[in-house]
């Protein structure tokens, strides 16, 4: 039973890193962020309803719901405009990349503002994400990274990792059901890109068939499936378990950016991506780590003891 969890959550990762690959050929065509993002959110409403309606779960939200589903609606489409606008100045599997370090913010968010103990796991993957957002910044030809595309993919990170943190610490919204938060979530990111529309922000349209094709796979694959692998994995493995095979999503964009977008990738860029995920990953792993690096410090006095 637990193979089946893995394999559902080695795809929920892979689905939703190929963002990129749907998203970068749309700009291609012309489109701009917004317009692509609103057509992602606004056709994936009608799946997430149908699937809310085929399980029986409730549409509904009481009073108390309204807010807290709103503003998390605000956070993830802060979090994809900002993303999906870093792509236009930075390699789209960099950006993945970057975006991955949102477990972190998470874990640091929660140890300022929520009074969770700093663990020593923290402070070692700060020091190893560091090095490997240091290689990142510094780049091979001495150009490093866009200034513009790294702000805009670390306010992504922030937003989304202000995101989970609420999913985690809010009682209210953690008795919504998955399917019915994410379809406010979806709804209320559309009224979002509708405003900023009408305030002057330029609308274009899919100039092409194909481009329909692309917005579909965009609504479907890393929107809809991956949230619905990640909701079985997370039944099945946990969501500790779960998480650990994020580190899926920068490797599929990356992979996806290099072979079906033609982005040259530095050995840099591969090292500290590399060092990101890791950093990352061992954040995910929690107590496990922290026990394995309590031994490794306690082991340190003694052997100087000896000599």
Not at 21 to 36: D, H, Q, R, T
Not at 64 to 72: D, G, R, T, V
Not at 163 to 174: A, E, F, I, Q
């Amino acid at each position: 039973m637990k193979v089946k969890g893995f394999i559902f959550a080695a795809l929920a990762a892979a689905t939703y890193g190929t963002n990129p690959a749907f998203a970068v050929p749309l700009y291609g065509e012309g489109m701009n962020a917004i317009s692509v993002l609103f057509f992602r959110y606004v056709l994936g409403l009608p799946v997430i309803a149908a699937m809310i309606a085929w399980r029986g779960q409730r549409f509904r939200l009481t009073a108390k719901e309204i807010w807290p589903a709103c503003i998390l609606g605000v956070m993830m489409s802060l979090s994809s405009l900002t993303l999906f606008e870093a792509y236009n100045y930075m390699n789209s599997g960099v950006a993945s990349t970057l975006l991955f370090v949102y477990p972190v913010m998470v874990a640091l968010i929660m140890t300022f503002f929520f009074h969770e103990k700093f663990k020593l796991t923290t402070g070692f993957c700060l020091a190893i994400m560091g090095v490997g957002l240091g290689m990142l910044m510094r780049g091979e030809d001495g150009a490093g990274l866009n200034l513009s595309g790294f702000l805009l993919v670390m306010l992504s990170s922030l937003t989304y990792a202000v995101y989970l943190v609420m999913v985690n610490v809010s009682d209210v919204v953690r008795h919504i059901p998955t399917l019915t938060l994410l379809f406010y979530v979806l709804l209320s990111g559309s009224v979002l890109f509708v405003i900023i529309l009408c305030g002057g922000a330029q609308f274009t349209l899919p100039p092409m068939p194909v481009c329909w094709l692309n917005l579909m796979a965009l609504a479907l694959i890393p929107t809809v499936l991956s949230l619905v692998f990640t909701t079985r994995a997370i039944q099945i493995i946990g969501s500790t378990s779960t998480a650990i095979f994020g580190a899926l999503e920068p490797v599929t964009a990356v992979i996806l950016s290099v072979i079906l977008l033609n982005q040259p990738l530095s050995v840099n860029e591969i090292v500290g991506g590399l060092f990101i995920v890791v950093a990352t990953t061992l954040i995910v792993a929690g107590d496990s780590v922290e026990g394995v690096l309590l031994r490794m410090r306690k082991m340190f006095p003694a052997v100087r003891h000896r000599k």
